[in-house]
């Protein structure tokens, strides 16, 4: 048996329908830096999975925008779409806007295949809430969907990380709340044992790994910019770096490879026989 599926990973697009994200970033440009390296690479992509937070206001018209954006992209790469929900999104809106759907609020819940790897969303979101939670319907819907194995596996798709304490400063008890996924405990409990080979999230801004009951959960950077995890004590500060993941599948195990987009000036740039010339006599 011999495959390999490569995804390219996007979170916390936050477009926006006009101007600057914060004063400061553009971040459509930056979906478009992201999209732009996939195509320049060369690589074959099987699926674009944007992991939540897709737009920062839940606005119909950012969604149209980045529903643009995003089919002119695949139709180039060949690759689906995959779309999750975050806190930043609005479920109405994204349905409408985003898929061309009806404005249903109920979670957005979803499978799709790609030959025979299985990618599984689920909706962490909270409405009106930046925490996340998943109730016993979506969990019992996730047993279902795993109770059969797909042939090639699972990825699963989530906003929020089942991995607490990424972000610094946001534990603080006067916030009244964590940000983080509520009883990750109870998610475990559903794929221990089952096909999923990773989890893919977001939400946190800032690229991290573990594992939730064996399995491997990679949390994207922030497509839009990056939170400092060692920011100084008393202190939350997002820097100007933008980043999207490269995910490999094949047999063998899985692959997330950081990519950072582009800064000016390059600390070099050469062409590959240049490289193949210089290294190769060692």
């Known amino acids: 048996m011999n495959y390999q ?15 600057l994200l914060h004063g400061s970033v553009d971040s459509r440009a ?34 149209r925008l980045l529903a643009q954006a995003m089919d002119a992209a695949a139709a180039k790469l060949g690759a689906r779409v995959v779309y999750a929900a975050g806190n930043h999104d609005e479920r ?7 898929l061309g759907q009806e404005p249903t609020t109920e979670p957005y819940d979803h499978v799709t ?28 819907w996730l047993a279902a969907q795993l109770a059969e194995p797909a042939e090639h596996g699972t990825v699963l798709v989530l906003h ?13 008890p006067r916030l009244g709340e964590h940000i983080d996924l509520r009883e990750p405990q109870r998610l ?4 221990r044992g089952s096909d999923v080979r990773l989890i893919l999230a977001g939400h946190t801004h800032s690229a991290a790994s573990g594992q939730l009951a064996g399995v491997p959960v990679w949390v994207g950077p922030g497509n839009a910019y990056a939170a ?9 500060r997002s820097v100007p770096f933008q980043a999207c993941t490269r995910v490999d599948i094949t047999p063998e195990g899985v692959r997330t490879v950081l990519v950072p987009l582009r800064q000016e000036p390059a600390v070099y740039e050469l062409p590959l026989e240049q490289l193949v010339s210089h290294l190769g006599g060692h």
């Not at 400092?228 to 939350?236: E, Q, T, W």
């Open 92 to 98: 109405g809106a994204l349905r409408a806007g985003l």
């Open 228 to 236: 400092d995890p060692l920011a100084p004590a008393g202190v939350v």
């Open 113 to 140: 295949t790609v030959g025979g790897l299985r990618i599984v969303t689920l909706d962490t979101s909270v409405p009106g809430k930046h925490h996340g939670e998943l109730d016993d319907g979506q969990l019992d």
């Open 5 to 19: 599926y490569t995804l390219l990973h996007l979170t916390d697009v936050h477009v926006v329908p006009e101007g």
């Open 188 to 191: 475990a409990e559903v794929v």
């Open 160 to 172: 929020h990380p089942p991995l607490g304490g990424l972000i610094p400063g946001f534990e603080d």
């Open 30 to 63: 930056a979906l478009g830096a992201a999209l732009d390296a996939a195509l320049a690479s060369g690589r074959d992509f099987d699926a674009v999975v944007l992991s939540g937070d897709n737009t920062d206001r839940g606005d119909e018209a950012s969604y």
